[in-house]
């Protein structure tokens, strides 16, 4: 089992840029595949990226590909996204997330995912 803790959100303008992070706890990090998603008022919970275990593979929801980015270190059992070019509409509550059961890829839907985070916000001002 996993536990994960989210930081590093907060207020920030339109065109800003932020990196928010994910802190796992246990031994079985590089075990995960991680994800990100988030969900803001009134809407779903929507995909936004993903890493492979060993970090090699990345995968992105359209609406956030080329100004965010996932990475993963493996020895400090963190994942992060850094959010660049931000825009009003990407303002929600971030979620981390990890699958204990993929090797080779990454699943866009948050019921293949077995832990989740408590979520961080994030607000985009126009």
């Known amino acids: 089992q996993v536990q994960l803790v989210e930081s590093g959100g907060g207020l920030v303008q339109a065109g800003g840029s932020l990196r928010i992070s994910c802190a796992a706890s246990g031994r079985s990090f590089s075990t995960y595949v991680m994800g990100w998603f988030r969900q803001a008022p009134g809407k779903e919970l929507e995909f936004v990226a993903a890493?492979?275990?060993?970090?090699?593979?990345?995968y992105y929801a359209d609406s956030v590909k080329g100004r965010f980015t996932i990475s993963r270190d493996n020895a400090d059992n963190t994942v992060f996204l850094q959010m660049n070019s931000l825009k009003p509409e990407d303002t929600a509550v971030y979620f981390c997330?990890?699958?204990?059961?993929?090797?080779?890829?990454?699943?866009?839907?948050?019921?293949?995912?077995?832990?989740w985070g408590q979520g961080t916000q994030v607000t985009v001002s126009s």
């Open positions: 997330a990890a699958d204990r059961k993929r090797v080779y890829s990454a699943s866009y839907y948050s019921s293949d995912y077995d832990y």
């Open positions: 890493i492979s275990r060993g970090g090699g593979r990345t």
